[in-house]
């Protein structure tokens, strides 16, 4: 019991914590860092949904950026004014229920994950129906077929020209905010009886079958939490970026994210964050390589490209040689750093 | 629709079907001894057609030859991309193996991206299969008819191989069990390297014929007919060889006949394939050719 409660005021001195220095930040942090630090975000709260249902299930879903796509387009939709609307959709209106609503940023983040949760209820009876690489496949069918369906539905996306000039309303704190209640959220869940069972799961579906899991219902929990806070982080990632089309949510996205959780260790929620932390700032940081390069006399122009080359280097490397990545399965606990104070001052 | 407009998509069909096939027929031998979706296998169809770019642009070579060049080094390539991304992880667990294949993926196109640019080339296509030909009425592009010949007869030589020699007894004898393969004194690894050579060289042939029917070339290029062509050994019932190219041959004549008939659905023609895949997972899942899927432990 004593544990436990340290380990409460603990954790809840650390989110204090985060949230002064974001307060900092926001008060004293340039406009570059700070949209690294809202990248962190978003990319953390997208990486440890994921890792819900690719590293505790072990399923290799490929289709989140179809979640992100729903999301971030649903948000962007509620989010606009009528106005706004009538001038973006040049080719067709809008259809009526969505040309006249405005909802408030929060509450369309919302909507956001719930119709990224629906859509996921719809496509789950296909998607586990079949394991291992065929998922994989049906799940990146589904990703492409809402890339086509962005491209079609003039008037409801916009078609290729996609939504413009949205309110950049993703500061710091929803960003964070969000971050954290997921990896709050998505952490009791696994330490619950379901996130064992999703782990059996994982381990080995017949045994777990035998031992009376029910491996659908568990994998639809999954799905749908992990369909939902993909959502949410598209909502967040169209009102930072505040332009969205068809081709921002490709396969790209979802290679990423899988980069992410291989990199941070599959299996890890505290992987998952190291993960979107490296990416969020390293993305950032290689930009040099793609620009133009001046060393003495030499002139290296800019190579676009070449920093998906060296992440997908940095993929292959991990799994190829360091399958299990940074933290493997294990996750960060105050339990684990006091045992190791302990035995250094014995 | 009149009867000719129909004859010329069913030719179209045929031709883009014959295509799916032939890149499917890799896909369906890797899957085979592997049991793993080589995801990079599409991309090989790009490597084969900047090949025969740069053997025909630089080093001026005629068509004749820079078409098996391009054939062959796309075979090496292949054998490459087992050694580097696929032979470290043969006791790994099957998702490693499909991680890593996604990242060889990537790998290829953004190497392709970085070497040669974002810039779509465009395709030299050898004058002599520019040809139009009337056929009682139905003009067709000798391209459309050499396409499919092409294809039987690759996959007549590639069922002899298969079935009447003794690499393709090993072949077989690998998709069956591994240990016991390693137990006939039968060197794997040689044969996975061959399995990898023929498939990507087939892939080449695809990838040249693809890019002589839309002459434009990018380091994406392989994704799309890639995917669709994996869905085609689905279809045809993954495993089976003459089961990848009917599959193609079903998923490219139903492509062109849905949007020939419904042409309001051609912007929702990428996801077609996609829904073919959806439906044959829930209600046949061993496609048309195919034995049950067992997992190999």
Known sequence: MIREQRNLILNTLTIVLLFVILWLFDRYGTDYQIRILNNIAVFITLAVSYNLINGICGVLNLGPNAFITIGAYTSALLTMSPAEKKISFIIEPLIWPLNVIQLPFGASLVVAGIVATVFAFFISYPVFRVRGDYLAIVTLGFGEVVRVLCNALQNITNGPLGLKGLKPYTNLWWSWGIAVLTIIIVQRLINSSWGRAMKAIREDETAAKAMGIDPFRHLLLAFLISAFFSGVAGGLLAHLITTISPTLFTFFLTFNLLMIIVVGGLGSTTGAVIGATLFAWGNEALRFVESPMQIGPLHIPGIPGMRMVIFSIILMVVIIFARKGIMGQREFSWDWIFSKIRSQRI | ?297
């Open chain 2, 1 to 297: 629709m009149n009867i000719q407009i129909f004859i010329q998509q069913l030719i179209n069909g045929f031709t883009l079907g014959s295509l799916y096939g032939l890149v499917a027929i890799g896909y369906t031998m890797v899957y085979g001894i592997l049991r793993l979706i080589n995801f990079a296998h599409g991309d090989l169809l790009m490597v084969a057609t900047y090949v025969v770019i740069y053997g025909m642009a630089l080093f001026s070579l005629p068509w004749y030859l820079s078409f098996p060049l391009a054939v062959m080094v796309t075979g090496i390539v292949g054998i490459l991309l087992d050694r580097v991304a696929y032979k470290p992880l043969r006791d790994a667990p099957r998702i490693s193996l499909l991680i890593s294949a996604i990242g060889a993926s990537f790998l290829l196109e953004n190497l392709a991206l970085v070497i040669i640019g974002g810039v779509p080339k465009p395709f030299p296509r050898p004058p002599i299969f520019d040809k139009v030909i009337d056929i009682y009425g139905v003009k067709v592009q000798v391209l459309t008819i050499y396409t499919p010949i092409t294809t039987i007869i690759l996959l007549l030589g590639l069922l002899y191989i298969v079935h009447n020699t003794k690499v393709g007894k090993a072949m077989r004898a690998a998709s069956r069990d591994f240990e016991t393969t390693r137990l006939m004194g039968i060197n794997l690894d040689r044969v996975i390297a061959l399995t990898f050579m023929i498939g990507s060289s087939l892939a080449a042939a695809g990838g040249i014929m693809w890019a002589m029917k839309y002459p434009q070339v990018n380091p994406f290029m392989g994704i799309i007919p890639g995917l669709k062509a994996f869905i085609a050994a689905v279809l045809g019932g993954i495993g089976s060889i003459p089961g990848a190219v009917i599959g193609g041959f079903v998923l490219g004549i139903g492509e062109v006949l849905i949007v020939a008939v419904f042409p309001g659905l051609a912007q929702y023609r990428d996801a077609f394939a996609f829904l073919v895949l959806i439906l044959l997972l829930i209600f046949r899942p061993t496609g048309i050719m195919g034995e049950a899927i067992v997992d190999k432990t």
